[in-house]
């Protein structure tokens, strides 16, 4: 179940120590160089001040895939990488990117987390678009074997979380909760 948990503070000193506190890990491989390494999130709702949302790594609804390719793909990242990394918190170092799916807010995953990305995939439903068997004109999930040979062809990695950041392409990061704050918030508290 979704939820979110709008934080009513908006002190600079309490949103420090609630990051330091929540997100270490985080803070640890940005080496606590949030100004550098921002990562963003388009979002349906602006966010007003800051909120803590939880990640659905469950039963995700694909956005822009049919739920057959959301799911071999999710089963290739599975057997490559351990997580089925498409049920994740998606999120790029390129703020235009976040923009173009909804109002853009800087994210601070919660506690331990995971990511895979690959330098060349800026957007894995578009990098995608148009490598799909196509059947009397109708664009057919594909079998497994085929997804994983598609796949296999992209450098994804669990690996150079800043180089990730940096590179500006889809970042899938497995954790239960993020922060998202509202970057005039971000940049009126962290001067």
């Known amino acids: 179940m979704r939820y979110t948990e709008l934080i009513e503070s908006t002190s600079s000193d309490e949103l420090t120590q609630t990051l330091q506190r929540d997100c270490g ?6 080496n ?7 990562i963003y999130r388009g979002m349906f709702k602006r966010v007003d001040g800051y ?13 822009s895939t049919s739920t057959t390719k959301h799911d071999q793909i999710n089963t290739y990242f599975t057997n490559t990488f351990s997580e089925p990394f498409r049920n994740a918190l998606f999120v790029s170092g390129d703020e235009k ?12 995953p919660v506690g331990d987390f995971t990511f895979l990305w690959a330098p060349e995939v800026h957007d894995m439903a578009i990098t995608l678009a148009g490598s799909w068997p196509v059947v009397n004109g109708w664009n057919v999930p594909p079998k ?13 990695t669990t690996k150079d979380f800043v180089g990730a950041i940096k590179s ?4 899938m990061i497995r954790c239960k909760e993020y922060y998202a704050i509202d970057p005039r918030l971000f940049s009126d508290l962290f001067r």
Request: positive net charge; hydrophobic residues 30%; charged residues 25%.
């Open 168 to 171: 500006g392409q889809e970042i």
């Open 51 to 63: 909120t803590k949302k939880q990640v659905r790594l469950d039963g995700r609804d694909p956005m």
């Open 32 to 38: 606590n160089r949030v100004h550098n390494f921002r």
């Open 97 to 108: 990117q976040a923009k173009s799916y909804g109002h853009t807010s800087i994210i601070f």
């Open 144 to 156: 497994q074997p085929y997804t994983d040979e598609l796949m296999s062809k992209y450098n994804y």
């Open 25 to 30: 890990p985080f803070l640890q491989a940005i």
